[in-house]
């Protein structure tokens, strides 16, 4: 199943254009967050980036 529901990134109102806002013009996104599953093999690299963790960094780096 697809999302149709679009949030704009400028001004936050929803829309179902996948385009643009229609109030604002600006860049709209999927304002759902992806779906939890136990087996998540991309759990590494969302981490790195939202972190910035390289391999070897962690909690020791910082200070």
Known sequence: MRWLM????NCGR????QDKCPICG????VP???R???EDKYVLYRLKAK???DKGQGEAGKG
């Open 26 to 29: 600006s860049e709209v996104r």
């Open 36 to 38: 939890f599953s136990p």
């Open 51 to 53: 972190y910035g963790l």
């Open 32 to 34: 759902h967050p992806p």
């Open 14 to 17: 929803y829309t179902l254009r």
């Open 6 to 9: 679009r949030k704009c990134v």
